[in-house]
């Protein structure tokens, strides 16, 4: 008689669950990051002649046949960024090393993903190489409703500014950080503190927004030129391997296993980093399954972004290397973040 008990109870919770599972269904958005690699026009028109070096007459000879190349190569990479769940591509795409808005503006309009309709955020950086961060984003899915810029004031030299999108992903509030941090020139130790700067800096945003906005998902994104272990990353962040540590107001960085794994989306001396990082709050991580929540991560190292031969067989096919145009993509694989919720069928 228990046993008979137990069956009846077993297949009434299958039952209900199966019920529950037809009357919901799965949505799935991305959300993706690219460092484009110097993708600068070819018009000498930085008035510090910041861009001389990206010009016909400059030493990489950036003529308007390479520009429109590394223009279809790297709209070709983004519209090899879908999946069965995705089959238009992510919802949002920061990018880092632009050095205006027009390049980007060519870029969305490259035919292979003109389609789309992906529209761009752009703003100026003080940078001293000229370049800055930005979004594209497919209105379909995202709709933005406030940018704001951040300068961090306590680096001691100009860098990229740090780009907030607050918008609505499919009727939901959530806030994407575009990041670029400063670079390891002169050492990683030494140049630390740089990128400890601006993580506080991404800190305090975060805890400005949710003042204001306690329930709301907030993404930090970007070139953090660290790798999640690091001191700006693990620390200053507090961005935790695991998801289960993360507290809502905490982060957690799914990119730490994938580095754990030996994935990188860049390397150097032959050795993978992983500075391409895509970092979730603690209730994007965790969150309730009628609100996005993190699904999975990917860095998207597909084959034709890699090097086939030669000493950087498996690396990023880049534009230029050791002064020769490659006509490749970047130095950096994009990455991705795939979050789900489940809503009733209509």
């Not at 306590?154 to 806030?175: C, H, K, W």
């Not at 030996?262 to 895509?278: H, M, V």
């Not at 991560?297 to 050791?322: I, M």
Request: aromatic content about 10%; proline content about 5%.
């Amino acid at each position: 008689m228990r046993k008979t008990l137990l069956l009846i109870l077993f297949l009434s919770v299958v039952l209900a669950s199966t019920a529950q599972d037809k009357k919901r269904q799965a949505q799935v958005a991305g959300i993706a990051f690219y460092n484009l690699e110097n993708l600068f026009d070819t018009i000498p028109n930085n008035p510090k002649g910041r861009d001389v070096e990206f010009t016909p007459e400059g030493s990489r000879q950036w003529n308007s046949d390479k520009y429109w190349k590394k223009i279809h190569n790297l709209a070709y990479a983004i519209s090899q960024m879908t999946t069965t769940t995705t089959p238009i591509g992510p919802a949002i795409i920061g990018v880092s090393e632009i050095e205006n808005k027009s390049v980007l503006d060519d870029l969305v309009a490259d035919p292979q993903i003109s389609r789309w309709n992906l529209q761009v955020i752009h703003h100026d950086s003080p940078d001293s190489r000229g370049v800055d961060v930005g979004c594209l984003y497919n209105p379909k899915y995202f709709k933005p409703e406030n940018v704001t810029n951040h300068r961090a004031y306590n680096i001691p030299f100009a860098t990229r500014d740090q780009m907030v999108i607050v918008g609505s992903l499919l009727g939901e509030r959530i806030a994407v950080i575009v990041n670029h941090w400063p670079s390891r020139l002169g050492g990683e130790e030494q140049s630390s503190p740089h990128r400890e700067a601006a993580a506080e800096l991404c800190k305090e945003i975060a805890d400005s927004l949710w003042q204001i906005h306690p329930e709301m998902g907030i993404i930090i994104m970007g070139d953090l030129n660290d790798d999640p272990q690091n001191k700006s990353c693990a620390v200053v962040l507090d961005a935790k391997r695991d998801a289960k540590d993360a507290a809502d107001h905490g982060f957690y960085n799914p990119f730490w296993k994938k580095l754990d794994q030996g994935i990188g989306s860049l390397a150097y001396k032959s050795s993978w980093n992983l500075f391409d990082q895509i970092i979730l709050s603690g209730n994007l991580a965790n969150g309730p399954e009628d609100k996005w929540h993190f699904y999975r991560a990917e860095v998207l190292n597909k084959d034709f972004l890699r090097e086939n031969e030669g000493s950087r067989q498996g690396y990023p096919l880049r534009t230029y290397s050791g002064g020769v145009f490659l006509n490749g993509y970047s130095d950096h694989f994009p990455t991705e973040v795939f979050l789900v919720r489940y809503v009733e069928k209509k």
